[in-house]
């Protein structure tokens, strides 16, 4: 139990369907993360929410859209993806602090392959 | 973009055998992390090192972090099958509310019988 719970585990999806990952975290912390994770690439990250403020977007295409109506769960939406937006997409949390953040916990991703 | 450079991409070693993995940046960090992620799992974190020349020990693992804290290495000291897996350090820049980690391009380790 890594205190990160991502639904569903596997997702494939058509270019033209909506889809939406969660993710719930158990850690009472304060900020939340999107990570993709291609192959042969490093991780990379998509949004940041803090005390439930997007505070940033690394420059995400429109058709993934997160929310974070709480500070236990994150959603992110899929809209018209493309197949290249095929790979692991891991949720993180961290309790962020005046001085910096504690480490990040890691959920255990979602494998999403668009046809 | 901040990169961390990871190196070597992938090692393939037999048990019983010691093994470095190194993590290289122009960037200064304010803190570095060291992941571990197996298959179909998200990284689960072995360590964090603060401060500069610090060693932090686990088991056969061991860690270290540059004087100039741009760098850090991961030693494994008899591997075990059960350390296979993708090694991924993470560099954090910033301070304050939720400061980003930043990934190296990781490094793929299997150990064999």
């Known amino acids: 139990e890594t205190g990160v719970t991502q639904t569903p585990r596997h997702l494939v999806m058509g270019m033209t369907n909506k889809k939406s990952l969660k993710c719930e975290q158990h850690?009472?912390?304060?900020?939340m993360y999107w990570y993709k994770q291609s192959a042969k690439k490093p991780l990379e990250l998509m949004f940041v929410?803090?005390?439930?403020?997007?505070?940033e977007n690394n420059s995400v295409p429109s058709r993934f859209s997160p929310e974070c109506p709480n500070s236990s769960h994150l959603f992110l939406h899929l809209h018209t993806l493309q197949p290249e937006d095929s790979a692991l997409y891991l949720c993180?949390?961290?309790?962020?602090?005046?001085?910096?953040?504690?480490?990040?916990?890691f959920g255990q991703g979602t494998r999403l392959t668009v046809v | 973009t901040q990169l961390l450079e990871q190196s070597p991409q992938f090692l393939s070693i037999q048990e019983g055998e010691n093994l470095t993995v190194y993590c290289n940046s122009s960037s200064v960090f304010s803190s570095l992390q060291w992941y571990r992620q197996e298959p179909g799992e998200g990284p689960v974190l072995l360590v964090t090192v603060v401060t500069g020349g610090e060693v932090k020990k686990l088991k056969r693992l061991t860690f270290q972090f540059g004087d100039a804290r741009k760098d850090s290495s991961l030693h494994i000291t008899a591997a075990q099958p059960g350390d296979t897996g993708l090694y991924l350090c993470?560099?954090?820049?910033?301070?304050?509310?939720?400061?980003?980690?930043?990934f190296g391009t990781g490094t793929r380790l299997q150990v064999t019988l």
């Open positions: 993470a560099g954090r820049h910033s301070r304050g509310t939720a400061s980003k980690l930043t």
């Open positions: 929410y803090s005390l439930e403020e997007r505070v």
């Open positions: 993180a949390s961290s309790q962020s602090k005046s001085r910096g953040s504690t480490e990040a916990f």
């Open positions: 850690l009472g912390h304060n900020a």
